[in-house]
């Protein structure tokens, strides 16, 4: 059903967001958290990854937040120090 795979993708990118810290006054809206989420997938599987989109549709805000929260070993989070650091 459709539905049902449209909600387990949201739960799945809410799991993950969720563990992000994003910083103060930043909503997470749709559009970020997919961002997050496909660019999250793309750096986990070293597969390049082009994001585009509208000006203001948190493109870079996306990008910014994932290398604030990857930063491999010395990530603030347990759930991202597994993770490869993003420079």
Known sequence: DDK???NMLIETQLTFVSQMELGEGIALNEALRENLFMLLV?????????LIG???????LAMNTLQTNLRGNVSSKEFFKSMPAVD
């Open 42 to 50: 793309s750096i986990m599987n070293q597969i390049p990854i082009l």
């Open 54 to 60: 509208k000006p203001g549709c948190s493109k870079s």
């Open 4 to 6: 049902e795979l449209e």
